[in-house]
């Protein structure tokens, strides 16, 4: 089994709480309003949406997958972390053993946000994960996170 970490990070106008409301406290319901062509609905088929729930993403039709499921390990409001794993995601699990994800808004003195994404892929065998495989992942999570940005200067009463 391999293990490949993979970070980014984006700063963001909006600050770290209306940022983490919207798009990880609140994302079954604003993102597939925001991104109908790409996701149907998110469900939260176990648990109460906090640590150890169980949440399905359900793709648009025509999508390479028709949903993944994700289980969250941390939803921290404090200290706006969120953590997940990918539990089931059809051809991507032949690949994989699991993938765990981190997701960190910080506050900026600009009254903005630094926001820390960290992925680890644990591979199966010796399969050898080259970051180019990851960018189409991680150019859909930055269309997500600028769909709600965008939303969230567009609609500066929402998620205060």
Do not use: H
């Amino acid at each position: 089994m391999g293990v490949f970490t993979f970070s980014d990070e984006f700063t963001s106008p909006i600050p770290a709480a209306r940022l983490f409301k919207a798009l990880i406290v609140d994302s079954q319901n604003l993102i597939p309003k925001l991104m109908p062509q790409a996701i149907k609905s998110i469900d939260v088929v176990q648990g109460d949406g906090g640590a150890g729930s169980i949440r399905q993403i359900n793709f648009a039709e025509g999508s390479q997958l028709s949903c993944m499921k994700n289980r969250v390990d941390e939803l921290n409001e404090e200290t706006f972390t969120y953590k997940y794993a990918l539990i089931e995601g059809g051809p991507l699990m032949e690949k994989f053993e699991s993938i765990a994800y981190e997701v960190k808004f910080e506050p900026t003195p600009d009254g903005g946000s630094k926001n820390k994404m960290t992925s680890t892929y644990y591979t199966k065998g010796d399969f050898e994960l080259k970051e180019e495989e990851v960018k189409a992942g991680k150019e859909r999570a930055l269309g997500m996170y600028k769909a709600v940005e965008a939303y969230l200067i567009q609609n500066p009463d929402a998620y205060v």
